[in-house]
């Protein structure tokens, strides 16, 4: 059974950062690419980034601007994001992904993050 | 920026059929931009229905179909159920990034 379980969610102050991880098991991680979505709340969703296999292409949404990082350890079967500058509009359920036969095929139950003083 | 537009809502009766459509600011949608569809139900996280404009999921219930539409990706359900009630996601692929639509309530009334 596929199984994506993320944490490192949280309260984190305006400027700040923190680090997203997701637990992947039930599949073969490193043969797939691995996507973050977000959901505000109330809101839809929005796609955040992905990674390829091998971590050699990703892609960013272009609102972000750089702020946030995806990168993957295929040796721990865990996928990352690394969020820098947090702003309040960064307030979300980050959830991971796994593309096996489309895009964001599996999911996680997501981790909320709130960007608040 | 790409927008991806979906009907904000829509309602059908039980046993109907409706048709849910994504629409793309930079013009027709075409296979090239795989269109993939979610449901989503309150309180849930999403869950995959189509992928590549028409493939199923094995999860996915034979009532629901892709495909393309006058220049638009769309959802058919037909012969819709009560449990059918949630949330629909459009997300395309616009070389190498991706987007989501904005969602459409279905209301099964």
């Known amino acids: 059974e596929v199984q994506l379980v993320e944490s490192g969610g949280g309260l984190v102050q305006p400027g700040g950062s923190l680090r997203l991880s997701c637990a992947a098991s039930g599949f073969t991680f490193s043969n797939y690419w691995m996507t973050w979505v977000r959901q505000a709340p109330g809101k839809g969703l929005e796609w955040v980034a992905n990674i390829r296999q091998d971590g050699s292409e990703r892609y960013y949404v272009a609102s972000l601007k750089g702020r946030f990082t995806i990168s993957r350890d295929n040796a721990r079967n865990s996928l990352y994001l690394q969020m820098n500058s947090l702003r309040a509009e960064d307030t979300a359920v980050y959830f991971c992904?796994?593309?096996?036969?489309?895009?964001?095929?599996?999911w996680g139950q997501g981790t909320l993050v709130t960007v608040s003083s | 920026q790409t927008v991806v537009t979906q009907e904000p809502s829509l309602t059908v009766s039980p046993g109907g059929t409706v048709t849910l459509t994504c629409a793309s600011s930079t013009g027709a949608v075409t296979s090239g931009n795989s269109p993939n569809w979610f449901q989503q139900k309150p309180g849930q996280a999403p869950r995959a229905l189509i992928y590549s404009t028409t493939n199923k999921h094995s999860w996915t219930p034979a009532r629901f179909s892709g495909s393309l539409l006058g220049g638009k990706a769309a959802l058919t359900l037909s012969g819709v159920q009560p449990e059918d009630e949630a949330e629909y996601y459009c997300l395309l692929h616009f070389g190498g990034a991706w987007g989501f639509g904005g969602g459409t309530k279905l209301t099964v009334l």
């Open positions: 992904a796994g593309d096996v036969q489309g895009v964001a095929d599996y």
